[in-house]
């Protein structure tokens, strides 16, 4: 079932669920799952399809990636926390940041995993019994604070206001049996950028879930980040940053196709 946030004309906040292209409500949570009702809505807008508790990324976890940006392949899974306030939804603007400025914010298509129950020292043949579902995501990232002005951490880098663009839908879990096979590509102004399968992660989402959640406990609503394929702008010769009136669509296979515009920050 795809589920997504929806904000109607007169400012409701609704769940709902597409059929034949059109839209109706649904009832339910993450944990015991979703209902379609026989209301009909007209979508003003898109909200992000979940509210997270956490939004957890994974760095360096496509092998084709870590070759491109120069990196030895991990040993265990490079962790980050990316702030709450950057979660953004489908059709909704990136904004470059101008007060803190980047002149080199770059786009990540990525698969976004979201936790359903409490998860604790998960083994990893049960770790998908924890998953909800899952979205298309982009991890927007400021290379020059990722790389230059953030002490050797990633987090600043990453969480700048409309940073985490998610959705339009999350997709629920019994629709994705294999998580991990699934193409995804990235266009920017139309032009393919990335264009990569989840297979080519170093970590699977199972090997995420356990890792994650070792001594370690995650909420639901937990969204895990797992990582960017190779052809992000940082890795061309020149680097491809974003600018004002760029627009980019994310997609996954199965999942959707998240698509959002570029502007600057007003002053």
Known sequence: MKIAQIQTADGQSLYATPVDNKWYGCEGDLHSGWTQTETRIEPHRFLPPVQPTV???????????????????PDFPVVFFKNLSAVNGHGQPIVLP???????????????VIIGKTAKNVPEEKALEYVAGYAVANDVSARDWQNIYGGGQWSRAKSFDTFCPLGPVMVTADEIPDPNILPLRMTLNGEVVQDSNTSDQIFTVQQLITFLSGSTTLLPGTVILTGTPPG???????????KAGDRLQAEIEGIGSLQNDVIEEAP
């Open 232 to 242: 992000v702008g940082a890795g061309k010769n020149p680097p491809v940053y974003l």
């Open 98 to 112: 101008r007060h803190l400025k980047s002149d080199a914010v770059d786009y990540e298509v990525e698969l976004a």
């Open 55 to 73: 939004i957890i990324g994974i760095g360096l976890n496509y092998r084709a990636h870590a070759e491109e940006v120069g990196k030895p392949l």
